[in-house]
């Protein structure tokens, strides 16, 4: 195959939006502010509110607690992954403080979908909030109950959970009433939730799409929700309110290119995508069968999500299709499919192993086929760029959504965004899960289609959104503790800013460590200090340097102890931090963490 004869991606006329006259009277209808309804039967001091403790100024931590009188409801546990100046961290949870003390008022925490983004601090947050009732679909559950042994064995055991068996199902926790509806996204059981309160009405998809032309169901509408009472208030995923594209790639469209390029193969084909693409996964086992190919899956979080939704029925995986990686030598190149995890670049995942030439079995050749069936998450666009230059080097064939559409991303669009909301016509608009700018461009796109600016509220982390029996919303003064909460290792929340900033620093600039040897009755220097450095400087071609950080470090303990004991230990490091620093400034213009160590003897 010729690379030139796949880059002829088709394109689409832009169209106009269809715009009818009845769709504009209603537009400028619902463009009235609300007038509340007083609801008899509450009393007064009741309210509603909507506490999001992360995900409103990123993309990841999505956690949302929900308020009335004495009930609480969560919404989503989610992580968030490091950003470049955080140095070791392994993930970011959200902070629990304000529900600290308040444990025995959760009625239920719900989960909306599968992905880590959502569930993926569950493991600690359940054991700290001492497990309350856990609400979600086959799929979401069965993923959490993995992500808990994965972090504690046996742990899953102490799960009190309610599977939503269908979105028909109707829950009633404390004041809340719940119930669900059907939602467009990348995973398999994502689902929408409705919380009913006296004060208002929460529609809440999780993350949602509009797909227009899903291969395995009618397209979902969320027309339905407009008929829920008032007032209603839309708290809606906004990742896609900046692309500004009309129309999307379809799922037909995708599995159409991507079957074309693995029947056309003359070599192997390499799929890389989320482990979570499970429906993605079981489409390209089943068309291999039919093609008579095999298809192996390599990645850890791959293979697992795969058995679990072979167990619960979701996919059919033919015992002849699937093969083990490590016989894929077996087969004649142009039969063999590989589906494999880090298409984000990841260091130690499947692609980059394979492009390193360190996968032990797959070792890649020019003919061969590579598709990248993924997007880039915001982050690694550096990362998946330098892949992909290498992949090009090894292979003739690559192939991303650049070149030819075989990713269809879960998340919306700006136009999806305008078209949700003229189908829900919401009261209240929360645009979430998202950073700022993105917030603030979806609360752009409500005012385009007729909603009063004065109902649609941009909130951060930890804001209190108060939704009265009467009158206007208010937003509280104060907001609860939000700030991060960060996971290193087997250590939650003990690596703070002030870790940070030491590893900030010594990423920067490296280390200096300084080790004095003091008489503790004379208080005078034996022998000549030593001096570590590490990520600062070469210590052999810098001899006459340290030469003279030795002589200083000998004049400042001198001078400190004036030549007598008892010693102030912590007086003479200080002394010796800040005037080594400003020394080795003013020699290199760099700043390393100076650590100096006093040992008395
Ligand atoms: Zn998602």
Same mark, same amino acid.
């Given at each position: 195959m010729n690379p030139t004869q796949i880059t002829a991606r088709r394109r689409r006329p832009i169209r106009t939006l269809k715009s009818s006259a009845r769709q504009t009277d209603r537009a400028r209808a619902w463009r009235q502010p609300t007038q509340r309804a007083k609801h008899p039967a509450a009393k007064a001091e009741e309210l509603l509110k909507i506490i999001p403790l992360g995900g409103q100024e990123e993309v990841g931590r999505n956690m949302t607690v929900f308020e009335?009188?004495?009930?609480?409801?969560?919404l989503d546990m989610g992580i968030q992954f490091p950003e470049e100046d955080m140095p070791g961290i392994d993930y970011i949870i959200p902070n629990i403080s304000y529900l600290q003390g308040k444990e025995k008022n959760i009625r239920g925490v719900i989960f909306s979908h599968g992905h880590l983004d959502h569930i993926g601090a569950a493991p600690i947050l359940l054991a700290k909030l001492k497990y309350p009732q856990i609400i979600?679909?086959?799929?979401?559950?069965?993923?959490?109950?993995? $992500?808990?042994?994965? !972090?504690?064995?046996?742990? /899953? *055991? %102490?799960?009190?959970?309610?599977t939503v068996k269908s979105t028909r199902d109707k829950l009633r926790l404390g004041k809340f009433n719940v119930s669900f509806f059907d939602v467009e996204h990348s995973i398999m059981d994502a689902v929408g939730v409705i919380l009913t309160t006296p004060a208002g009405t929460v529609v809440h998809p999780g993350d949602w799409t509009m797909e227009k032309d899903p291969l395995t169901h009618k397209p979902v509408s969320y027309a339905h929700l407009s008929r829920l009472p008032s007032p209603k208030i839309l708290m809606l995923e906004s990742l896609g309110a900046t692309d500004t594209r009309h129309e999307m790639v379809s799922e037909r469209e995708m599995f159409a290119n991507?079957?074309?390029?693995?029947?056309?193969?003359?070599?192997?084909?390499?799929?890389?995508?989320?482990?979570?693409?499970? $429906?993605?996964?079981? !489409?390209?086992?089943?068309? /291999? *069968? %039919?093609?008579n190919k095999k298809v192996a899956l390599d990645g850890y979080s791959m293979k697992m999500n795969v058995e679990i939704a072979k167990e619960l029925g979701y996919i059919k995986v033919s015992r002849d299709t699937l093969i083990p990686v490590n016989e894929i030598h077996k087969f004649p190149d142009n039969k063999i499919i590989i589906i494999c995890t880090g298409a984000q670049g990841e260091g130690n995942a499947v692609l980059s192993r394979i492009i390193a030439g360190d996968h032990k079995f797959i070792k890649i050749r020019k003919n061969d086929t590579i598709i990248f069936?993924?997007?880039?998450?915001?982050?690694?666009?550096?990362?998946?760029?330098?892949?992909?230059?290498?992949?090009?080097?090894?292979?003739?064939?690559?192939?991303?959504n650049?070149?030819?559409?075989?990713?269809?991303?879960?998340?919306?669009?700006?136009?999806?965004?305008k078209e949700i909301l003229r189908q829900v016509r919401p009261d209240y608009f929360l645009p979430v899960y998202g950073n700022h700018y993105f917030l603030k461009e979806a609360?752009?796109?409500?005012?385009?289609?007729?909603?009063?600016k004065s109902n649609i509220f941009v909130l951060d982390n930890g804001s209190v959104l108060e939704f009265p029996l009467q009158g206007e919303p208010k937003l509280q003064a104060k907001k609860v503790p939000s700030s991060y909460v960060f996971v290193d290792g087997l250590g939650v929340g003990d690596v703070g800013q002030v870790?940070?900033?030491?590893?900030?620093?010594m990423a920067q600039d490296g280390m200096f460590v300084i080790i004095v040897t003091v008489d503790a009755q004379t208080g005078q220097v034996r022998n000549s200090p030593?001096?570590?450095?590490r990520g600062f400087i070469y210590m052999r071609e810098n001899k006459e340097l340290l030469y003279q950080v030795r002589q200083k470090v000998k004049d400042i303990v001198h001078h400190a102890t004036g030549d007598r004991g008892p010693i102030n230990q912590d007086f003479i490091k200080e002394n010796i931090r800040d005037k080594i620093g400003q020394f080795l400034y003013s020699k290199t213009e760099r700043r390393p963490m100076v650590l100096p160590v006093i040992i008395e003897v």
């Open positions: 009335y009188g004495k009930d609480i409801i969560i979600g679909r086959d799929l979401t559950i069965s993923l959490i109950k993995k $992500r808990l042994e994965d !972090h504690t064995k046996g742990s /899953a *055991k %102490k799960l009190d959970i309610t991507i079957e074309w390029l693995i029947r056309e193969a003359t070599g192997k084909v390499i799929i890389g995508t989320f482990s979570s693409q499970i $429906r993605r996964i079981g !489409h390209i086992l089943e068309y /291999a *069968k %039919k093609v069936s993924s997007s880039v998450v915001p982050g690694n666009e550096r990362t998946v760029q330098r892949l992909k230059d290498n992949m090009y080097r090894q292979c003739d064939n690559v192939v991303h650049e070149i030819m559409d075989v990713h269809t991303s879960g998340h919306c669009n700006a136009q999806n965004i609360a752009k796109l409500a005012t385009e289609v007729g909603m009063h870790v940070l900033r030491d590893r900030q620093a030593d001096i570590i450095s």
